[in-house]
């Protein structure tokens, strides 16, 4: 904090703020300004983190692996030392429960000791060799090897309903610096006052495992002036956001005018296709009302798995089925959201849906005690108008599904064709029933980044081999994924060492294997 | 062929041919049309093709990888079978010499044979595993497996330069028809009979292995139009081009403005800069000037790893290198470019690169037989001026190159800092000279995709090690080649499965591994 309840920007291992423009956040349970004013970053201050960044990054990048990891444990052990503090700005800037907030903490917590570890073993590097073959005939073959080298500063944008665990130091932060990549970070101005106590905590540890100070960079802002500069600057390398389908598709547009391109990953809309089987209603219907209903309340429907849209065979144990899940979502408390705008989109995507005139509502609980509680909703069409109208495939971000009523096998699969690209797809079924519609699973499966098995959407886990991405709108690149171990994936790209001797290659490529990593021979 | 010399496209397994407008193509040596007319796509058959494309995609998709390497390996056959047609025709719209058609189909041969072998064994597929665990805390751990997956139907724009190694039956076709994913090829105009040729083997080679019939089409087009549309249907989900920095970034633009963008993997211009070390000239410059001066001169220049830029320190060495260089290229015959648009392209950026006013001319060879020849030109300047111009990197199509003459070993690397991305950076140079300067190969590093150690850069070996592609504008996107086995990481992406059980679980998935494949599990 510089003085009077003023945070600056952190740059250079420094809070600097010359900005004139400053903004508070929000605490939407209390419906009222939190205190504290944020300086908005200055054009100047956005040029210098840049500027720092790439200063930065060759001595950053040729840093050891453990180096490496022991800057981004040091980041876990500040950020636990902000103990309860940290809690109470994230509740208090979100109107989520403290629950919430641990799990979330202790996921990035975990998130970051993971990337620790691949910084440590460096298996990222994946050598790949081929040895020379000075006899080939009709040519030599030399000796070629090849791995893996970080692209450059890395800005990231976090996301509003994810504090932690996709923010200032989550999964986007963590795997860039593991790989060597500098971060600027654009704090995200909804959770102004937990993103800078994170920011400190990432400068204090940089501080005390003695890394450059330009490897990690921490902006305020509120408006899109300074994510657009970032965006731009030819000092950075690649952008990791996380948000809504029009932020990242901007960031995208931005980022692919720029003279010199760059990747953009960004984790955007997603409506989670949900099919239930009729053997499942069958003999388990009260359950699955539970799970989805479940699902469908958690972090009040903020999360990007959030189950949007629920298919089914049109028959008694179908109807039952809507009529217990509105039920149930209708009998809920109403819960707040993360801010007055998330709150004021919510209202406003769910009345362009409920105009839809094929669309009828289901359920719904209006009984709301404050003006950022959102009233969850399910409604129901017929799958000929669903197949008709792309409109009932928009995000509506917050507590609210549609029921997709199919008269036979058929019309399902015909509605899952029309599918746009979604971060999951699940199915409720038996195994059995499911053998008998493949076909749905092959439909499913190449418009999603995960499917999911008699489970629900929301949960992400963190590991090797999970997929957090998927098809436009899902995300920009489903090549890449936001979230395990293969994160990293996208801030690194492949440099081949052509006939190079063993004293100048870098050490994962030597044949005498220093780094003992796993190498990829001929 | 239709009928009169009218050569149509391929669509569907089939030769079609409703446009109006055709074209011819032309024999550089001779100066004069090519017998043979080519019809245009129309805009019809552009989108059934697409059509097809995305019809088969599931049924090609989910052939078993030996049924595509079968597939794959019977498009080799079919090209052998053209033999000494194909390469007449090579010859005759391109002006290459029969040794280089030779060279090239047996490259296309092997490659086509690789990625096979690819299919055949899977592990293109990349199985990941984490096994359940049920009794975790706080919450248990669901099974989640990961594999790749086929991106959709591939767009493939050939190249100029590489009529059989890049194009109809090249690396894109070949990696993507390996991992499941149709192609649509654009012909290139300035060979459009070897194309065509090559691309009645593969629609041949898919009827005797009985592929779907939409596996594969072939697009005669010589304006913008049919590329145009090609990029912009939302059934092609990625595109595969080498060529231009201006043809590549148009594709790139169009994509990024689709509704879905899609990934471009366009391998664009490269200069390719060497950097030569005093100690190398002092015992071996006669040695470095035939090296050099048959490398700028390799197919008239016209590779994308042609040497365009060269360094070194200036001193008397230096100066005798740079006319030994000069001597060496102005002695050397004139040679034939690939067409007309081709020279013409060569003499208005070499003209272009002579006015700039701190660029002098070391020597070039005027004497041309034929308004197809190309005059090798080698130029000089200064680091001071080099740096401070960024025209000066530019590339210049065919065999020319620049000498930069830096005052010491700092100037030398405040002009490599100023490169833009490249395909590959060389370093002539002793063991312990370069060990000295070790900057130099850190700041290389960053701006190419291959480091070459006393060898030239034309020459690109097909093996897993290679990485062919780098920084802009040497590519459009860094992270993948498009050499060598990683090439087909360009048309997959990862999905998840998350408690599946084993028999709806994908082969590559399965705890049984029935295909053998390597699987990472937890």
Redesign the interface.
Known sequence: MMSNNNYGNWIDGKEVAKGEFNYTSFNPIQNKPIQGNFIEATAEEVNFAAACAAKDF?TYS?LSGSRRAEFLQMIATEIEVLGADLILAYCSETGLPEGRAKGELGRTLNQLRLFAEQARINTWQMP???LAQPDRSP?P??D???MM?P??PIAVFGASNFPLAYSTAGGDTASALAVGCPVIVKSHPMHAKTSYMVASAVVRAAQKTQMPSGVFAHLNSKDHQVGQQIAVHQSVKAIGFTGSVKGGRAL??LA?QRP????VFAEMGSVNPVIVFPDKLKHELAQIVTQLSDSIMLGTGQFCTSPGLIFGIDNDDWKLFCTSLAESLAQRDTQCMLHPNIKRGFDTSRESHLSQPEVSVLGTNSNTTNPNQASQTLTRVNAVDFILNPELQHEVFGPFALMISCKDWDELHTALEQL??NLTGSIMAN?SS??AQ?NL???L??R????????VPT?V?V?????H?G???AS????F?AVGH?AL?RW??????????E??LPQALQSANPLGLKQ?I?
């Open positions: 060759m040729r790949s060799i081929d040519m073959k030399s070629l090897r090849k080298l692209l450059g995208l547009d692919a010199e391109p760059i990747p746009k690209g195994e499911l053998n493949l699973v092959n439909t499966q190449h999603v980044g995960r499917l999911i098995f008699n489970q949960g886990e590991c090797a081999s999970m997929q991405g098809p436009y709108p920009t690149d489903s090549r994924t293969d994936l690194v790209r492949p440099v081949s060492f052509q006939n190079f001797p004293s100048l990829r001929n």
